[in-house]
């Protein structure tokens, strides 16, 4: 196990590696080969490359290092394209602060099957005006 793993149960360890095809021992040789991808695109400013961030997006794409490396670099033209939407996105934000004092999302107290957390987004309480 690696310290990209550390603080996951057996059972998610194991999960990890049956559904995403997750290996501790080429965890980092995976990480990586997204990293190296990333100078193939100069064009996009690439903020976060640390182990972390791409394990993200690995997982999101199980293991496919190539569907992963799209998806980050996804992820960055999008920051890049819209930069007022990103500059303020804080949670002390008076208008995020108001988002969540909505209701916008909530967290149900109950877990999943699965012992996950559950997010609901109460969309009708949303006053987007705000």
């Known amino acids: 196990m690696t310290h990209l793993q550390a603080g996951l149960s057996p059972e998610t ?13 080429t965890l980092h040789q995976d990480i990586q080969e997204v ?11 690439f903020l976060r490359t640390d182990d972390a961030f791409i394990l993200r997006f ?5 293991f496919n290092h190539f569907e992963a490396f799209r998806l980050l670099a996804q992820y960055f033209e ?14 002390t934000d008076p208008g995020i602060k108001q988002a969540l004092k ?8 109950n877990l999943d099957r699965h012992g996950r957390k559950i997010l609901v987004l109460f969309a009708a309480n949303w006053d987007q005006s705000r």
């Open 58 to 62: 690995l997982r999101a794409r199980k």
């Open 78 to 91: 999008y920051r890049q394209q819209n930069l007022d939407m990103f500059k303020n996105l804080k949670a």
């Open 102 to 109: 909505d209701g916008f999302p909530g967290v149900l107290s």
């Open 13 to 25: 360890l194991e999960k990890a590696k049956v559904e995403l095809k997750e290996n501790p021992d």
């Open 35 to 45: 990293r190296d991808m990333i100078i193939t695109r100069p064009d996009i400013g």
